[in-house]
């Protein structure tokens, strides 16, 4: 079962995940796991209505990701970086990411969408 490492890279205290200075230390876990494959990392960054404030969230993640790929073993190859929705999405994909997450951007102006 392919599965992703939720990081709350942000720093808020409404969101979930794994502090960023946490997840060093799962690397002997993860490698024991043998069901599932942890094939990236993701987060949400905080809403901002300039992208460009989001950048450090997704540089942090993908920093920490490359530190975390050294330390880990097959099957566990962090190939995904989640990361980006449709008001950040573009800086994400600059700073790594592999996956986005849109819907606003995508279904906004859809014919029949309630207000």
Do not use: Y
């Amino acid at each position: 079962m392919p599965v992703l490492i939720e990081v709350n890279a942000s720093g808020e205290e409404n969101k979930q995940g794994f502090a960023p200075q946490e997840v060093p230390a799962l690397a002997g876990e993860i490698n024991r796991l043998r069901h599932v494959h942890v094939c990236g990392l993701m987060t949400m960054a905080a809403f901002a209505s300039d992208p460009e404030q989001c950048r450090p969230t997704f540089a942090a993640l993908r920093q920490l990701r490359e530190r975390l790929r050294h330390e880990l073993a097959p099957p566990h190859v962090l190939e995904h970086l989640s990361m980006g929705m449709s008001n950040d999405f573009e800086v994400a994909v600059e700073e790594g990411a592999t996956l986005v997450r849109l819907g606003t951007v995508l279904f906004e102006n859809l014919p029949g969408e309630q207000a």
